[in-house]
């Protein structure tokens, strides 16, 4: 083999060696996403879950006007799935403070009130 194809076949394997790297590290971070926005709809169902629990008597199982006492356990949700473990930071009168954990290195937090949900904080 001549020097010139020797040249051109070290420069296509370098070529393919980035493009691979690139396409790895691509694919991650489209994961990482995914799966945030995966995690944000399902604290989204929980914080929308706790305003009901706010909402209810304690005679059926609820908060009565108050989030004191609020658990996951309270609407019958786990604490943890495959992308991330939730936790209840603060639980008080008209403000739930949520907060998850995901896996793939990120935290999500939000407030949720008795009439809205603020916004969610992402820490990657």
Do not use: C
């Amino acid at each position: 083999m001549g020097t010139q194809q020797l040249l051109m076949i070290v420069l296509v394997a370098i070529v393919v060696a980035v493009a691979v790297s690139l396409a790895v590290v691509y694919f991650k971070s489209h994961q990482q996403e995914t799966d945030i926005n995966e995690v944000i709809n399902e604290m989204n169902h929980m914080a929308a879950t706790a305003q009901g629990w706010y909402r209810k008597p304690l005679t059926m199982a609820g908060g009565a006007g108050s989030f004191t006492g609020f658990t996951f356990r309270s609407i019958s949700e786990p604490d943890s799935n495959d992308l991330a473990k939730f936790e209840v930071v603060s639980a008080a009168g008209q403000l739930l403070q949520l907060k998850a954990t995901g896996y793939q290195n990120f935290v999500i937090s939000v407030d949720v009130y008795a009439d809205s949900i603020g916004p969610y904080t992402v820490v990657r």
